[in-house]
């Protein structure tokens, strides 16, 4: 299967082996099970789902191997609580202080959470690397994750202040950060995107989400009579809007406009989506290099447009199964309400049926994406790869080890967990 | 395939040695305690005692064998299927066909249901039993800043300033009378409870007919409630149950009940799909049957401070009959609730059906009821 048919022709090239249906019955089984256990189970899903794509993912004729276990990532998971629960403690009581430390706590709690989110990131970017064996050698990742994590936020406020017009060098240049410091065996990573590459193939885009809310935005600087408002405001009185709408008869147009405006913006942007998740999925993977082993891929959009289309149609048919199977149980419900109206015993039924059935409605869909979207983008992603270079896996000196799970774990306490 | 894999115990494979990623193409033999792994010239890459060997994660069609606890990565890989099995019935370790992975995994999910269920009875029982002990223990100090803190998230939520008119009632200057009427009532009932904390009292434009303690003594009392009664003495009663859930340190008490609660279900359980919503819906699912027997707590106190008084103990039951017991945000306004029944059954049986002395004077309860007009 691997080796035996790694001819001269396959030299370099990247395949995906593993069955939908296989990885399909893997993520059912998995979400039923992370019902049954409030979620405990999903340090076991997890690494059965990374061990699916790792195992059945080849690179020049040799699949990769993740090494990590269940027991590691709960061990993580244990550390990581041990660590946050004095830092949620302190906001808690910050939040009743009244002074400046009380104003203060949200922004203090946002900021310091997001750096530890990505100081987070970058060492579980380390524990799935150095768990990750191609050729019977380790990858590894060194770099300090508290510089990373100062350097994502600051990029991440510099994306937001420039309305993501920023987030293309954001990403090279944190990419760089991450590929530099890593390492297959001896072999040096680096990473050769270009920022203004991407922000070209993205700008038509961010250009078609971003102009109906300009408009919008125009519309009411037209629109408002600022030294109204500003007259309005200096009064102060609680009735601020009603003066507002009195000087400006032409408002509630403008309010529609600017909701008509929105809502094409929201549409654009789920409809093109996917062409962005393919052309930084195409930027990434052609940006990879571990030293003369280059990679290009040749990400098609419409493969991706397809996968979408394959979870819309399996959303729908378990939309339509849901409905089935919800109507027998309200009918059940009606009437066990209605023989004993003392008890009570209808309403709690009816808040049981209603929580269980979002439970199972939100794992359902996430179930579908991570089967339909995410594992064509892995697929895809992978499979339109092409090492230039190759020859140089087979030559390659062991380095590194194991590295600690705790990184994976604060992820997963703050929800910032990725594959 | 060479004539070699034709006897089970000499096979081919592929070897990495950890050392270098050079694939090796290799003659693998099954000696009687060891593996012994060869290469094409017949030179010795490496022996592995067989209790040492694991079975590792590979695609279909590939048996994949490392060294357990090695400090090298040292990988075999096998290809032929009858060979796998071979190896796989030598090598106790080796989980070829998954059985012992399913029973571990079949241990996994019965100890975390196992834990599901200390998790809930925690929730249910312990969480309470805590936050009862702690709220009593926490000086008024602190309870007065935490507060403050809630106070000014319940004001957000509640206020009504888009409408054009103050969120508080009886600021203007015609509203003298009405502001000494309240004065009259609260002034009465604090003396009689006598908590060591002041109490403050503010009438806010609200429709429901509802009323808010807020831990450290802020009490609202909205709007809709002064139209609903339809006397002082039903004001009052409403109030008492109020100073109740003060004197009990209720609110402070569900503070740390909701603290605890988002700590154990939020964190424990961590990014699952949906969880946020679970942590919601058991928060409040289990903070209402928290909230039964402190509605009863309160409703028992509100009727030994209004006999204390000399007031109406009976006017409480009076007044949730009519509004349906919809005194605490959140909960359903029934009229026929159950809850309500039972609470109105229980008044009626702790007070006689005395009238008592009217709180306030009729011209005083007019000025009062008015006290948001206008």
């Not at chain 1, 019977?136 to 300090?144: A, I």
């Not at chain 1, 080890?401 to 992820?411: D, K, Q, R, V």
Request: aromatic fraction near 8%; charge should be neutral.
């Amino acid at each position: 299967m691997t080796s035996l048919q790694a001819s001269d022709g396959d030299a370099g090239r990247v395949r995906f082996l593993g069955g939908r249906r296989a990885y399909a019955r893997l993520l059912a089984r998995g979400a039923a099970l992370l019902m049954a256990t409030l979620g405990i189970y999903r340090f076991w899903l997890m690494t059965d789902v990374r061990r699916f794509l790792w195992c059945n993912t080849e690179i020049d004729g040799e699949t990769l191997e993740y090494a990590g276990t269940p027991i590691e990532l709960l061990l993580g998971f244990l550390v990581a609580i041990a660590v946050l629960v004095p830092v949620y403690a302190g906001f808690f009581l910050a939040a009743l202080d009244l002074g400046l430390l009380g104003e203060l706590t949200g922004l203090l709690a946002f900021v310091g959470l997001g750096v530890l989110g990505q100081y987070a990131i970058y060492r579980a970017r380390r524990y799935r690397l150095t768990r990750t064996i191609f050729r019977g050698l380790r990858f590894t990742q060194t770099g300090s994750a508290w510089v990373y994590a100062l350097r994502a936020v600051t990029w991440w406020i510099v994306t937001a202040l420039t309305f993501g017009l920023a987030y293309p060098f954001q990403l090279a240049s944190l990419e760089r950060y991450k590929m530099r410091h890593t390492f297959y065996g001896t072999l040096p990573g680096r990473f050769a995107g270009a920022g203004w590459m991407l922000l070209l193939r993205g700008l038509p885009m961010w250009l078609l989400v971003v102009a109906p809310l300009a408009l919008s935005v125009m519309a009411f600087v037209e629109a408002v009579d600022w030294g109204a408002l500003a007259d309005a405001v200096g009064q102060g009185g609680d009735d601020l809007m009603s003066h507002v709408e009195g000087g400006n008869p032409a408002l509630g147009e403008v309010i529609v406009f600017a909701m008509l405006m929105t809502a094409v913006s929201a549409v654009l942007a789920a409809l093109l989506y996917p062409v962005f998740q393919a052309v930084v999925l195409r930027w990434w993977t052609s940006g990879l290099r571990f030293g003369a082993v280059e990679a290009r891929s040749r990400l098609r959009i419409r493969q991706v447009y397809g996968a979408y289309m394959r979870f819309l149609w399996w959303s729908v048919l378990f939309t339509v199964a849901l409905g089935v199977l919800a109507v027998p149980l309200l009918m059940l419900i009606g009437f066990v309400a209605g023989r004993m109206p003392e008890s009570g015993a209808g309403d709690i039924a009816a808040t049981l049926v209603g929580l269980g059935g979002y439970v199972v409605a939100m794992l359902g869909y996430s179930t579908i994406y991570r089967a339909t979207v995410m594992l064509s983008l892995w697929q895809l992603g992978a499979e339109a790869l092409q090492l230039s270079g190759a020859a140089l896996l087979d030559r390659v000196e062991a380095a590194g080890g194991a590295s600690s799970p705790l990184g994976e774990g604060l992820a997963d306490a703050l929800n910032v967990g990725g594959y | 395939m060479d004539q070699a894999t034709n006897g089970t115990n000499v096979g081919t494979g592929v070897f990495f040695d950890g050392r270098i990623s050079t694939r090796r193409d290799v003659r693998v033999t099954l000696g009687s305690r060891l593996l012994e792994i060869d290469d094409t010239n017949g030179r010795l890459l490496a022996e592995w005692p067989y209790e040492e060997i694991e079975g590792l994660p590979a695609p279909d069609g590939v048996l994949r064998l490392g060294r357990h606890g090695h400090v090298r990565l040292e990988r075999l890989e096998i290809f032929d299927a009858a060979f796998a099995a071979a190896v796989d019935a030598r090598a106790a370790n080796v989980d070829r066909t998954g059985a012992l992975l399913h029973r571990q995994r079949l241990a996994v999910v019965g100890f975390s249901m196992l834990a599901v269920a200390s998790l809930v009875l925690v929730a249910w029982l312990g969480v309470p039993a805590l936050a009862g002990r702690v709220a009593p223990l926490l000086p008024v100090a602190v309870e007065q800043r935490l507060g403050a803190a809630v106070d000014l998230q319940v004001r957000n939520a509640l206020d009504t300033r888009h409408t054009g008119a103050a969120f508080a009632c009886g600021s203007g200057d015609d509203k003298a009378q009405a502001r000494a009427a309240l004065a009259r009532v609260t002034q009465r009932l604090e003396a009689a409870a006598a908590l060591p904390l002041p109490l403050t009292f503010t009438v806010v434009r609200r429709k429901e007919a509802n009323a808010l303690a807020i831990p450290g003594g802020q009490i609202y009392v909205f709007e809709g409630l002064i139209d609903a009664a339809e006397n002082a003495d039903e004001l009052a009663a409403v109030l008492a149950h109020e100073i109740g859930h003060v004197a009990h340190r209720d609110g402070t008490r569900a503070v740390l009940q909701g603290a605890g609660l988002s700590f154990l279900f939020g964190m424990l359980l961590g990014d699952f799909v949906g969880g946020g919503a679970v942590v919601i819906a058991a928060r409040s699912v289990l903070q209402s049957s928290y909230s039964r027997e402190v509605e009863a707590a309160a409703d028992t106190y509100a009727v030994g401070l209004m006999q204390k008084m000399g007031g109406n103990g009976r006017a409480l039951a009076a007044i949730l009959a009519r509004i349906g017991g919809a005194t605490e945000p959140g909960m359903k306004i029934l009229r026929d609730h159950p809850d309500t029944k039972a609470r109105v059954a229980t008044i009626e049986r702790l007070a006689p059906a005395a009238p008592g002395q009217a709180m306030l004077s009729p011209a005083d309860w007019t000025a009062l009821r008015g006290i948001c007009k206008g």
